[in-house]
């Protein structure tokens, strides 16, 4: 006899250690059969259930490889959109709440990076050429873009060899939606601020001239992690004022001033990577999520080392802290009783040209 998919409704007012128990109770049922993959800014009681952990790149390059049916992703859709991507046709990628998006990712569409291609094709000088490269925070579309106009993907961990790989195929790039990423990557290859410049999709020729996108060498979406943009260089001085031999450490998405204040800059993987190797007895200010901030905090509190967070006010990514206990336990009982719910499915005329993008970027990092 055909079961019903069990209702959400179901799991609402669940209590978080009620559902707690019961994550762990379907994750034992259905042992193999499903693989659990967490970003580094899950929240605890979300994180504590994961199968493997990481940044974006190393879940992707974990989901390509993964061995189980059901892919349950614990991060933002676009992560679960590359899981699908990468895995192999008969593996099922869900997403436990579908409104964990990016609000980064949703700042770039389509048909404005199209309309953007048309207008900068016809203001660029006829002998030069552009690479398209698009951050793997963005929709699987932007990806089968870059796909098929000779471009790429990057992530956060590997952005400054992408371009690299991008200006030996062309002498331009298109970089979105994240412009504080394309910028630190460009500063990094030494490319100087003022041949950086800002597309931004909502006026005509982006609000750039002839002139401007002649010389530039990187044309930057209008884009950015409303959780990033709240460190402030700041924060950073005030931090250095009250303690001389502290580090600081950032995310790339940061404001330019921030990244050039910071010790050390990279992904969220790097930040773990960096302060838990680093010497005991240090003191650390973080300028990236809440949640990773706080669990580092802990986990390295028992080697003398402090780690501080930047902002003074909260700053989590609201959309992927929508993955809750309640929605987890919901999809993995679903699963048990043979029912999948909040699947997530890139048509294949999306699917294949984005492969591409994210293969050329698996084979350059
Ligand atoms: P990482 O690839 O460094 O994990 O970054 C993803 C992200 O969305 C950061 O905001
Ligand atoms: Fe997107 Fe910012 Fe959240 Fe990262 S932190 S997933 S860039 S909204």
Known sequence: MQTATIQFDHFNALADKE????????????GKKAVLLCHHYQRADVYEH????????KLSRLAGEAEAE???FCGVHFMAEVADILSRPEQISILPDLAAGCSMADMANLA????????????????????????????ADLKAFCGTHGGIVCTSS???????????QREKVLFFPDQHLGRWSGYKMNIPLDEMVIWNPDLEQGGLTREQISKAKIILWHGFCSVHQM?????IIKFRNQYPDGIVISHPECGFEVCKQSDYIGSTEYILKTVKEGPPNTRWLVGTELNLVERLA??????????????????MCSTMQRIDPQHLAWTLENLVAGKTVNQIKVPEHEAVPAKTALERMLAVS
């Not at 559902?19 to 259905?30: S, T, V, Y």
């Not at 900068?120 to 698009?134: C, F, G, Q, R, Y």
């Not at 080697?303 to 930047?310: D, H, R």
């Open 50 to 57: 994961a199968d493997l952990t990481g940044d974006s790149l």
């Open 158 to 168: 590997n952005a400054p060899k992408i371009l690299e790989w991008s200006f030996n």
């Open 112 to 139: 404005k990076v199209e309309r953007c291609w048309r207008e900068l094709s016809a203001l660029m000088n006829p002998d030069e050429k552009i690479t398209p490269v698009t951050y793997i925070n963005s929709a």
């Open 298 to 315: 802990r986990e390295v509190k028992a080697e003398g080392k402090i780690v501080q967070f930047m902002a003074s006010t909260v700053c």
């Open 231 to 235: 460190f402030q260089p700041r924060d």
């Open 70 to 72: 059901n892919i349950i």
């Open 19 to 30: 559902a707690g128990e019961r994550i762990r109770a379907a994750k034992a049922a259905l």
